[in-house]
């Protein structure tokens, strides 16, 4: 399951602060549907991060 963390413009880092998992869309392929699988890079934060 994904769903996106907030407003998604090339200036706003908060909603990759966020993000526990970044979705890796080939370079060929113009982006993804719902219901289409893909590959995640998960990302640790560690317990700091609230």
Known sequence: ???LTGPQGSGILTSMALANGLVI????KPGV??????????????????
């Not at 719902?34 to 700091?48: A, N, P, S, T």
């Open 1 to 3: 399951f994904a769903r």
């Open 25 to 28: 869309v080939p370079e060929d």
């Open 33 to 50: 549907k719902e219901g289409d699988l893909v590959q995640v890079m998960m990302l640790d934060w560690g317990e700091e991060v609230e």
